[in-house]
Nanobody
Framework: QVQLVESGGGSVQTGGSLRLSCAAS?????MAWFRQAPGKEREGVAC????????AYAPSVKNRFTISLDNAKNTLYLQMNSLKPEDTAMYYC????????????????????WGQGTQVTVSS
C-alpha cells in the first residue's frame, strides 16, 4: 500500500509559477500528475518511470512544466511555469507499485494509488 500526500497548490496570475509536491510512503515504479477541471475528464499532465527517470508530458504543458523526483525524500515534484488560466484544475498525484508494459505512462488506468488532490487556480 502506497500513500500519497500532495501539497503546493494555490492561486497565481497568468504567467506565474507554482511547484507541487507529492510525498510517497512506499516504493513505486511509475508516478504521475493528473489534473481535472470542473466538467472535464481527468487528464495526464506528466509522468516518470522511477527506475530510469524517463518522463513524458502532455502536449499542452510541454516546455512549461517539469516533473522531477527526489529519491532520498521519496517525493515527486511538478514545477509549473508560464501558467495559463486553462491550467486551472485540481491536480492529483498518482503511483503504481508494479511494472507495467505501456506505450506511455500518462494512462489513467495504470495507476493504483491516488492522492487527495491540490487545487491550482490561474487568473487572467
Amino acid at each position: 500500500q502506497v500513500q500519497l500526500v500532495e501539497s503546493g497548490g494555490g492561486s497565481v496570475q497568468t504567467g506565474g509559477s507554482l511547484r507541487l509536491s507529492c510525498a510517497a510512503s512506499g516504493d513505486t515504479y511509475y508516478m504521475a500528475w493528473f489534473r481535472q477541471a470542473p466538467g472535464k475528464e481527468r487528464e495526464g499532465v506528466a509522468c516518470i518511470y522511477i527506475k530510469s527517470g524517463s518522463s513524458a508530458y502532455a502536449p499542452s504543458v510541454k516546455n512549461r512544466f517539469t516533473i522531477s523526483l527526489d529519491n532520498a525524500k521519496n517525493t515527486l515534484y511538478l514545477q509549473m511555469n508560464s501558467l495559463k488560466p486553462e491550467d486551472t484544475a485540481m491536480y492529483y498525484c498518482a503511483a503504481v507499485d508494479q511494472w507495467r508494459y505501456v506505450s506511455t505512462c500518462l494512462l489513467f488506468g495504470m495507476y493504483k494509488y491516488w492522492g487527495q488532490g491540490t487545487q491550482v487556480t490561474v487568473s487572467s
